[in-house]
């Protein structure tokens, strides 16, 4: 639905969402390698709130991720509209920077303002919470008046808008096809409580849901787009969340790809006892879910129950992840560095855990405390939250030395991506994993556009890997384990993935990357003038 409020005024708002700062979990270093793509995942909550704004209101949308907002987006807009998470904080400070020279009202919204909305005064309005009864009154408030409040208003929610009633996002004002994969939420919430996650304090622990209709819909809308990316991810904190709702969709997904001719791949997030449910699982296979994002954190039994994260430990981690590969599920996981749990054995038992679990690509960051988490009032409890501007990775103060933490990660990234070994991993996912996916009808991704961009990516990574790069060998073993089984797919995906993620951490460990998403220090922001010209020049 769109905001059901009577309208007087008609006014022009223009959406910004902030260039994130690059990271391994990102693939900003091989979009090039398929031409299209300039950007890794639509932003679904921004564009959300642009479809519910008013229908007689004109909405113009940038992803700064693809492309800066311009002098002339600037000079049209009655109002500037932006939403981002922490690790945007710099860009969307540059943007209300921006968006004040050129004389703008500016408002802010999504998880960084709620959860922190301390760090944010420049801004005329914050929304602060999930879209609800604060989107009404923001709205009724600009419809009103486009001039700056005297002083900063802050508009936050105490009635969510129900999931069911949640507009389509707003993809007639992007172009799908500039994004490497297409984003979908199912749900919202999550019903754990780990220590450094601010998903329960944000969103709730009950996981509301959208209905299948609407999941079709969506899915819908995406396949209307020429060029849309072929894999969908769910970008829900828990797909299996609520269990029952996970097992009550996928029927209405595996409907929609068998009459499609199966036309997408899809990607979720779970927590690790997924494999304890051989009948989601089994449907998730059916449905055409390759990759599941896990939160593993750690290997160690005792750092998991420190951090109120027992639920990965419920089966024996190895365990978990060989039963999620059986069903054709390839792991991707999370890590954390610097837990108060860290003994000078944790480095050892990390490398071992990537070498022996096989998962090819894994986000290794230091521990960072997130407002409105139980980390965050622990350590504000202990003394021990660094301030943002002290130039360090992380702002929370180890018990371990700090530089022994860094150093650390350091060489966990330098083992986890040395070619050798993440080869032998893209290896071990051919028989793992790969060979236990469903065979299906190609029919729906046959496009003649689908079939030049594979044309295209096989060239560069035939070339630029193949042939080029120093670590042609350990690729070509790991193709030839592929083709031979038939898997041209997995090749040009681990080709894909892997020239980023070898690049990126060759430039991590020659310090030019920062060691944790939240970084201060690596969070450089990409800021641009107000002729919309990169200032710093990272953009990805
Ligand atoms: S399971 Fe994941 S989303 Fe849920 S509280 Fe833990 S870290 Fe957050």
Known sequence: MRCPLTIASQRHVLCIFP???????????????????????????????????????????????????????????DVVLVSGMHIQAPQIHDIARRAKAAGKTTVLGGASVSGAPELYPEYDYLHIGEIGDATDRLIACLDNSVAPAPAQTRFETTERLPLPSFPLPAYDLIRLDRYLIGSLQFSSGCPYRCEFCDIPALYGRQPRLKTPE???????????QPGHPSVVYFVDDNFIGNRKAAREILPHLINWQRKRGYPLQFACEATLNLAKHGEVLLLMREAQFLTVFVGIETPDADALKAMRKEHNATLPMMEAIKTLNRYGLEVTSGIILGLDTDTSDSEGRLKSFIDVSGIPILTINLLQALPRTPLWDRLKRDGRLIADDTGLESNVQFLRPYDEVVDTWRRCI???????????????????????????????????????????????????????????????????????RGQIDAVLGMGLVAYHLIRFSREALRGEQNASFYSARGRAAVAYTPEGVPALGNQP
Not at 52 to 77: G, H, K, M, Q, T
Not at 214 to 224: P, R, S, Y
Not at 469 to 482: G, H, I, L
Request: aromatic share 14%; net charge positive; charged share 20%.
């Open 19 to 77: 260039a994130y700062t690059p990271s391994f979990g990102t693939f900003s270093h091989a979009y090039w390698l398929l031409g299209r793509v300039r950007a890794f995942m639509p932003p679904q909550g921004l564009l959300l709130i642009a479809a519910y704004l008013p229908e007689s209101w004109s909405v113009r949308f940038v992803d700064e991720n693809i492309a800066p907002a311009s002098a002339d987006d600037f000079r049209w807009a």
């Open 214 to 224: 609407q999941i079709i819909a969506e899915l819908d809308a995406m396949l209307a």
């Open 414 to 484: 330098a083992h986890a991506y040395d070619p050798e070994r993440l080869f032998a991993r893209f290896a071990h996912q051919v028989d793992a994993t790969y060979a236990n996916r469903m065979d299906v009808p190609a029919r729906g991704k046959l496009t003649v556009r689908n079939l030049r961009e594979a044309v295209l990516l096989g060239f560069n990574i035939v070339l630029w890997i193949g042939l080029l790069s120093n670590y042609r060998r350990p690729f070509w073993r790991a193709a030839w384990r592929a083709l031979s």
